[in-house]
């Protein structure tokens, strides 16, 4: 009789054990089918957030409102999500996608600022690595090339630079790219497609560039004036160099 109690109560136990794992699991499986929040991730730019999470995440509750822990994931308005980050003028990119969880993953890539253009009398932006023009960042401040003229104001009001003036790009990008030359050049003045000047960290010379082409051989050029005219004639003895015509340095 003992025995067959003893029998009875381990299967009432072991009943109600799998009783409450499948209770457990049926509880899990609804869970991981509704929307239990969000986790976001931004690459930097060399360690510069230009837009951080708690902007992203002020952006989500402001733009979907309804989107709240325990909603079925497929209320989940994904796409329109990824539409809305992308939107943000310094997002290159955003993937959204939902793990098994519940929990919505977003990464985003930042567009990298390569350029800035200054105005004196309205807001600066920036150039990106694609040619896009976006404004700057309230956070954040990059350290870049500064652009300057009427030009360069023309291209800001246009909002990009690929399209306007390729040129250029390649311009921005040797300067960038040449350890000497990103250390020794500050500035470009683009009064004209045709008339581009270049201002020195070290050196009072305006150098008179003219337009983007045949870019390497006019910095030939500009270092061959570095190297045998100014140890000669001096540092202070000319105010312009000009490069603009092909296999000439005139200096003044």
């Not at 310094?90 to 993953?105: T, Y």
């Not at 309205?122 to 090339?145: C, N």
Request: aromatic share 10%.
């Amino acid at each position: 009789m003992k025995k067959a109690n003893l029998k009875k109560t381990i299967a009432f136990v072991v009943l109600s054990l799998v009783l409450v794992g499948f209770i457990g699991f049926v509880e899990k499986q609804t869970l991981y089918k509704t929307y239990q929040g969000n986790e976001i991730s931004i690459e930097g730019v060399s360690g510069v957030y230009f837009v951080e999470e708690a902007e992203i995440s002020r952006i989500l509750t402001q733009a979907f409102p309804k989107l709240k822990t325990g909603i079925r994931l497929e209320e989940v308005p994904m796409k329109a999500i990824e539409q809305r980050l992308g939107g943000h003028p310094f997002v290159k990119s955003v993937e959204v996608m939902l793990g098994q969880k519940g929990i919505l993953n977003i990464h985003i890539q930042q567009h990298q600022p390569i350029a800035r253009i200054a105005q004196p009398y309205g807001a600066d932006g920036y150039i990106t690595t694609e040619g896009k023009v976006i404004p700057t960042s309230p956070s954040y401040t990059s350290r870049v090339l500064i652009l300057e003229g009427k030009y360069a104001e023309e291209l800001m009001d246009k909002g990009e630079v690929i399209g306007e003036m390729p040129e250029l790009m390649d311009l921005i990008t040797f300067i960038n790219e040449d350890e000497f030359w990103n250390a020794q050049i500050t500035e470009v003045v683009l009064n004209s497609r045709n008339d581009i000047r270049l201002y020195q960290q070290v050196g009072k010379q305006i150098i008179e560039f003219g337009d983007a082409f045949d870019i390497e051989d006019k910095f030939d050029r500009i270092s061959v004036f570095y190297k045998e005219i100014l140890p000669k004639k001096g540092w202070n003895a000319y105010d312009r160099v000009s490069v603009k015509f092909k296999d000439q340095i005139v200096c003044e």
